[in-house]
């Protein structure tokens, strides 16, 4: 089975802690070896700014993580391809994986609308507005109620990317701003990794109506593997860890809420410590396959699962090549 993944934050810490992305065993849940044992396709990667960085200093953190992300790839363009374009996306699956840098949360941005630009130019695909905390586009899950809708900077911000080719990702957007997101996209919009409240009731994951309301605008939603957006207190001391099967349980509701045709994987992998007890890296991605073809999961909607929908989407919203 093919995989092809919408959030990885694996180019953050190669940045940071200066680890090989070649090496099977060198600290990554996302790694070339077993990018290969599960036939990767494609990787959309992180380009992640911590609360602490804000202003100029958040664009040049950004920067830094796409340089990493760029200098791996000319290095090893038989690991590494860059995808910009609708048209890249075709050439995927002869070998390397394809990368798509994306800002989580639009501080880098920094409330000039030019930088976007900048920002596609140096091959951002995507943007997730916010990240736990406020920043110019509006109040991220971490802020506590009373929370803040859409600045009029985050709508100009929505207009410029979808002029672009850049997706709309609300991953960490809370009501009321997810609302005012929906009422002002004309492009599918997607949320490239959460859970399903149905089975955790927090604010970082998605409530029905929110999958719904993707799914109605032709979007993508990505279900990550965090324990503990999956199993409620899954990291607690003595609790029953999560794993594949809770993955299945997120994936098929929102299937069953979002239509078959807009649910994929958004892992989240090396974004967290403490993974699930049976899928601990890339390459335990058989032990999810296999789970959902315990539950009578055909092979054609596990193949959208692992990777059919998250190309689509990104084959309508990515620009044509030039």
């Given at each position: ?11 953050f ?12 065993d060198?600290?990554?849940h996302?790694n070339?070896p ?12 992180s ?24 200098s791996w ?7 590494f391809r ?24 639009a501080?880098?941005?920094r409330?000039?609308?030019g930088l976007v630009?900048?920002?596609f ?14 920043n ?21 911000l ?5 002029h ?27 949320i ?11 604010v970082?994951n ?17 279900i ?12 607690e001391?003595?609790?029953?860890p ?8 997120h ?21 967290f ?6 899928l601990?890296?890339?390459?335990d ?15 054609q ?21 030039k």
């Amino acid at each position: 089975m093919q995989y092809a993944d919408a959030h990885a934050d694996t180019f953050f810490r190669i940045t940071l802690e200066d680890l090989d992305p070649l090496m099977r065993d060198g600290g990554l849940h996302v790694n070339v070896p077993r990018m290969r044992d599960v036939g990767q396709l494609l990787q959309v990667c992180s380009v992640f700014t911590p609360k602490r960085y804000s202003g100029k200093p958040a664009e040049d953190f950004a920067r830094r993580i796409i340089s990493t992300l760029d200098s791996w790839a000319e290095r090893y363009p038989d690991a590494f391809r860059r995808v910009r374009t609708r048209e890249d996306l075709a050439g995927l699956g002869d070998g390397p994986t394809g990368l798509i840098p994306w800002l989580e949360g639009a501080s880098p941005v920094r409330g000039e609308i030019g930088l976007v630009d900048e920002f596609f130019r140096l091959g951002v695909r995507g943007i997730g507005l916010v990240h736990n905390h406020a920043n110019e586009v509006a109040d991220g899950c971490g802020v506590p109620d009373p929370r803040t809708g859409l600045s009029e900077f985050g709508r100009q911000l929505i207009a410029r990317m979808e002029h672009l080719g850049m997706a709309v990702d609300c991953a960490h957007l809370p009501q009321p701003a997810f609302d005012d997101v929906m009422n002002c996209v004309t492009r599918p919009p997607c949320i490239s990794h959460v859970g399903v409240r149905r089975y955790v009731d927090i604010v970082r994951n998605a409530d029905d109506a929110m999958l719904r309301a993707i799914g109605e605008r032709g979007g993508f939603v990505g279900i990550d593997f965090y324990p503990e957006h999956l199993l409620k207190d899954a990291l607690e001391p003595g609790h029953e860890p999560a794993t594949v099967e809770h993955i299945a349980d997120h994936l098929q509701h929102a299937v069953n809420v979002c239509g078959e045709d807009h649910v994929g994987l958004g892992g989240d992998f090396d974004g967290f410590n403490d993974a699930c007890a049976d899928l601990r890296h890339v390459g335990d991605l058989p032990n999810l396959e296999r789970a959902l073809h315990r539950r009578g999961v055909s092979e054609q909607v596990i193949g959208k699962i692992f990777s059919g929908n998250l190309l689509r989407y990104l084959g309508e919203v990515l620009p044509a090549g030039k």
